[in-house]
């Protein structure tokens, strides 16, 4: 079990910026690639970053390349979506997840899901 907790969501202008976080319980944080994916309303969860467990590889979904940034401190058992230039198109609830195999673009390959932090964004 890897506990997730997401923090860092809330209202927003657009054009704003955010930084979510998501904080893992446990010695075994390192070993996962992680991944952060959305969910607006009546739409399926979508894909939006991911990160190798070693930080050194990540991807990003083509509508948040340039304006969001994935990190990780392993230390802190942490990662990060550095959100800018956020618009309307942005609101959503974000999860992170956690994957015991390679990091990838579908929900379903990831073990571990937080609770979600509702991210919204006024034009």
């Known amino acids: 079990q890897v506990p997730l907790v997401e923090s860092g969501g809330g209202l927003v202008q657009a054009g704003g910026s955010l930084r979510l976080s998501c904080a893992a319980s446990?010695?075994?944080?390192?070993?996962?690639?992680m991944g952060w994916f959305r969910q607006a309303p009546g739409k399926e969860r979508e894909f939006v970053a991911a990160?190798?467990?070693?930080?050194?590889?990540?991807d990003y979904a083509d509508s948040v390349k340039g304006r969001f940034t994935i990190s990780r401190d392993n230390a802190k058992n942490t990662v990060y979506l550095q959100m800018n230039s956020l618009n309307p198109e942005d609101t959503a609830v974000y999860y992170c997840?956690?994957?015991?195999?390679?990091?990838?673009?579908?929900?379903?390959?990831?073990?571990?899901w937080g609770q979600g932090t509702q991210v919204t964004v006024s034009s």
């Open positions: 990160i190798s467990w070693s930080g050194r590889s990540t």
């Open positions: 446990g010695r075994t944080f390192s070993r996962y690639d």
């Open positions: 997840g956690a994957t015991r195999g390679s990091y990838g673009s579908s929900w379903s390959e990831y073990d571990y």
